[in-house]
């Protein structure tokens, strides 16, 4: 029978994944990163593609999220420039929204403290007149003002694929599409591939995303429920229906929740979304609602009527399911913090954003060298550029 050795063995190649394995191989761990489908293919190729602090989170009083989440915002707009681009945003408030004006111009203002040094650019109060003057899209919004606001986007599959390639040039075996049978020994972890090969580790670290809990019970972790995934969905249009040049956050005249409308030239088309629902649906098999869709197709006739935009004009769509930390509230209300959880040779790494990926892997390398006893060089993800 076949057989390697390795310190390190990762389940999950998502955004979480690949940086682990990008930073372990960094300071010089032997790697092997087995995913069951392609790497990217889960959460991870299916988010809004925002690398932001999140300006909603201050309405949750997540202040420390959104202090992190923007210093990680700085460091990939340096390590990524070719992946991750600074992006004006437009908040825009409508009629019923209008005592809600002195809260986004206060919320945009702290957005650019919370930033400090990494702040991108102008963030101030705008009048209807000055939204309309830089979208002139918003013309026929019923809008009463709203803010200028600064953050930035990003090629989340191309983050994920740039991760890996970097930490194959440093060592790391890349496995896809490979089932691994996983076996925690007293002194480490066996994990069985297809073709027989056993591939033994030092520690193992799961990156599952929403498939964390499934996994740890298959293997026979303690039942912990640390991820309650939530739904959400995308909708496209194309750039000649939808002529948008504005990044555009506004909330659903529904319920109010932040949504966005965010045009992509690069790809000649407008992606609006997202929703943010409870699901007992699995990650392996998730569906796009009609209902889902409905919704996002209600707030984009709300701020465009004159584009008449329907299910028609519909080019692609997609779900995808959030790996939030298990809470209790309203979906769209839950944090996006993340927990790196220890139990002997086993690191799980749960919650989190795509923003925050760096951050994430570079706290789950560190417990990874405490579980192996050694001292680990040190972290350089933040300086390295990604290829
Ligand atoms: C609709 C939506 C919009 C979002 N928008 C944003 C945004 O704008 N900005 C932001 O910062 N974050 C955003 N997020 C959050 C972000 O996308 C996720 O936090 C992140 O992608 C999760 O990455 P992950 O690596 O933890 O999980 P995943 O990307 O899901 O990776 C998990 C991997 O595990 C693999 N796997 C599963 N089972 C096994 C197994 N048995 N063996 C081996 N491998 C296995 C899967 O194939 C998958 O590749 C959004 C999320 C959603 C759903």
Not at 271 to 287: N, R, W
Request: glycine share 10%.
């Amino acid at each position: 029978m076949p057989s390697s050795r390795t310190d390190l063995i990762i389940l999950g190649g998502g955004i979480v994944g690949a940086g682990i394995a990008r930073d372990a191989a960094l300071r010089g761990l032997s790697v092997t990163l087995i995913d069951k489908h392609t790497v990217g293919w889960g959460t991870s190729s299916r988010s809004s593609r925002l690398i932001h602090g999140g300006i909603r989170y201050l309405e949750l009083g997540d202040i420390h999220l959104v202090h992190e989440a923007l210093a990680e915002r700085a460091i990939l707009l340096r390590i990524a420039p070719q992946l991750v681009h600074p992006e004006p945003f437009l908040f825009v408030l409508d009629r019923a929204e209008y005592w809600q004006w002195f809260r986004v111009s206060v919320g945009v203002l702290l957005y650019r403290i919370l930033a400090a040094r990494h702040s991108l650019g102008s963030h101030r109060p705008l009048t209807r007149r000055g939204l309309v003057q830089r979208e002139p899209l918003l013309a026929a919004a019923p809008l009463v003002g709203g803010a200028l606001y600064q953050d930035a986007r990003g090629d989340d599959i191309g983050l994920v694929r740039s991760n890996i390639a970097a930490a194959k040039s440093a060592g790391a075996r890349i496995l896809e599409e490979t089932r691994a049978r996983v076996r925690i020994m007293p002194d480490g972890v066996e994990a069985t591939l297809p073709d027989g090969e056993v591939v033994t580790g030092r520690a193992l670290v799961l990156a599952l995303g929403p498939w964390t809990d499934a996994v740890r019970a298959e293997i026979g972790l303690a039942d912990r429920q640390l991820v309650a995934g939530t739904k959400g969905i995308h909708i496209t249009f194309s750039l000649q229906r939808f002529p948008l040049r504005h990044a555009i956050a506004l909330r659903h005249p529904d319920d109010r929740r932040v949504m966005f409308c965010l045009p992509e030239p690069e790809r000649q088309r407008v992606l609006v979304g997202t929703t943010d629902k409870e699901t007992t649906e699995s990650p392996d098999t998730l569906t796009v609602g009609a209902s889902d869709v409905a919704y996002l197709l209600r707030a984009v006739r709300h701020l465009f009527p004159q584009l008449e935009l329907g299910e028609d004009g519909i080019e692609d769509r997609w779900a995808g399911l959030r790996p939030l930390l298990r809470q209790q509230g309203r979906p769209s209300g839950r944090t996006r913090e993340h927990l790196v959880v220890r139990e002997g040779r086993v690191v799980t790494v749960a919650g989190g954003k795509l923003t925050t990926y760096r951050e994430m892997a570079e706290e789950a390398v560190d417990v990874v060298g405490e579980v192996l006893g050694v001292q680990l060089g040190r972290c350089v993800t933040a300086e390295v550029p990604l290829p």
